[in-house]
């Protein structure tokens, strides 16, 4: 799934869900054309790495629900 790796800022992760926003959730939605139901990793530059689905998707936003997270040691 590396081609559906994307990048989070730390503070858009909370418990069980997440906010894709900016370049990432243009690339997501209109280059890769993904919606709700897909599934995509997040890395957050601090070693953790969040498989999630997507719940909704939108211009402004897209919400997710954390599946797994796996933390470089």
């Known amino acids: 799934m590396s081609n559906r ?3 989070i800022e730390p503070d858009k992760v909370q ?14 939605r209109n280059v890769m ?3 709700p139901g ?4 997040l890395v957050d530059g ?6 999630a689905t997507f719940l909704s998707i939108s211009s402004e936003k897209g919400e997710l629900e954390i599946n797994s997270t796996e ?3």
């Open 71 to 73: 933390t470089e040691n």
């Open 33 to 35: 054309r993904l919606g």
């Open 5 to 7: 790796t994307f990048y």
């Open 15 to 28: 418990g069980k869900t997440a906010i894709l926003k900016g370049e990432e959730l243009h690339h997501a």
């Open 46 to 51: 601090l070693g953790n790495m969040h498989r």
């Open 38 to 41: 897909d599934e995509i990793e």
